[in-house]
């Protein structure tokens, strides 16, 4: 089984109390969004691996570590999931991007997937799949589907909020991926929305509605 990490570091929570309030509009959704995902990035990196490079200091030459082996590869699903993109492209620049299209049925609450384009050579890839909210978990098991069906075999999946059900569901499906959120909420709501959530991710990132 892959690991569940709740990231609740103080300033997590406490970013994350700001973007909860329905008076935070869209430019400060945006930054502070940003500013949770680097955070949450610098410990879900915390496994990349390393090997020895031999360098010149002004004093002598030394053995020393620097990142190795497999890359990394971001993968929002579309739309919310950008909101999450560049907080990690600001601790690993060189990441490459690919894109999820899915939107969920307001009434099924079913995900649909309409777009994918990622890396060639995913397949060789650490993959970040980044979305707000991990809800019924629909959209991430049919992203994760999707990498997989493409070769992707290193997977973790970050979100900012999540519900029980959905976590459930994801670790059912996919039990070897690893999880981060910065916090796990309640429950769902009637209309598969999370108590007490944040609303709607897209929309607030966007200023949708
Ligand atoms: C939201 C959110 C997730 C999904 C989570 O996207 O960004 O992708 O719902 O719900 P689930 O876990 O029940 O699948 P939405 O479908 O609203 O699309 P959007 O990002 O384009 O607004
Ligand atoms: N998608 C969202 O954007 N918010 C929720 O609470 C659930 C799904």
Redesign the pocket.
Known sequence: MGKFQVLDHPLIQHKLTIIRNKNCGTKVFREVADEITTLMAYDVARDMPLEDVEIETPIQKTTVKTLAGKKVAIVP?????IGMVDGILELIPAAKVGHIG???DEET?K?HEYFVKLPSDIDQRQVYVV??????????IMAIDALKKRGATNIKFMCLVSAPE?VKALQEAHPEIDIYTAALDERLNEN?YIVPGLG????RLFGTK
């Open positions: 699903i579309l739309r919310a999931g899915m939107y969920r609450l995900p979305d707000p909210m991990l809800a019924t978990g629909g959209s991430a959905g598969g709607d991710a897209g929309d």
